[in-house]
């Protein structure tokens, strides 16, 4: 026997799709200045090519640097940065320096002019490939130009390990799955 099903608000149908891992894209404007957005909207949508996307709002100031510059990183965030990460979501980079406000550190990127955010345990570098605007927020998608990690934090078959992820649960909610060292599920085991 089915269950009873109850109206979800079309304005909160996105939080059926939470929990979301929270990262934070880093990017730099034609002048040289770096800027931070935290997102929770993000998402690999090819193995090969490799790539991966980014939804933007359009009044972001981040949305007018990636239509400009097109290229960002992504960042992976763990709990130990949550304050910085809740400070970069919260404030605009249009006037302020968030690296320098929020403490983190802009290092080189490999292969982008953006920066990545050094205190992060990941890294992935994009080159902007498609844009789609859905409404009131741009897909940014991009061409994975390089990934990389902190050593430790993966294992073998690229399996999450030794860092605990930011997920977002609701407004204002965030937890953290603790990485259990070679319990990662696997139909083949």
């Excluded at 730099?28 to 090819?46: F, H, R």
């Excluded at 949305?63 to 605009?92: A, D, K, Y």
């Excluded at 320098?100 to 955010?117: C, M, S």
Aim: aromatic share 6%.
């Amino acid at each position: 026997m089915g269950s009873v099903k109850v109206d979800v608000p079309t304005h909160c149908v996105h939080r059926l799709l939470y929990p979301r891992s929270l990262v934070l894209v880093s990017c730099v404007d034609g002048e040289g200045k770096a800027n931070i957005i935290t997102l929770a909207w993000s998402m690999p949508t090819s193995f090969n090519p490799p790539k991966a996307a980014v939804s933007v709002g359009l009044g972001r100031y981040t949305h007018r640097i990636l239509e400009e510059t097109r290229e960002f990183v992504v960042n992976i965030p763990t709990m130990r940065l949550l304050r910085q990460v809740l400070f970069c979501g919260s404030v605009s980079g249009r006037r302020r320096d968030k690296f320098k406000e929020a403490g983190l550190t802009p290092q080189p990127a490999r292969r982008v002019r953006a920066p990545i955010v050094g205190e992060c345990v990941a890294h992935l570098e994009c080159k902007l490939s498609q844009a789609l605007t859905t409404g009131d927020h741009t897909i940014f998608v991009g061409d994975v130009l390089e990934a990389y990690a902190d050593q430790g934090v993966f294992r073998e078959k690229y399996l999450l390990e030794n860092a605990e992820i930011i997920l977002q649960v609701g407004e204002g909610d965030f937890q953290s799955l603790k990485p259990q060292p070679g319990r990662a599920w696997s139909p083949k085991t």
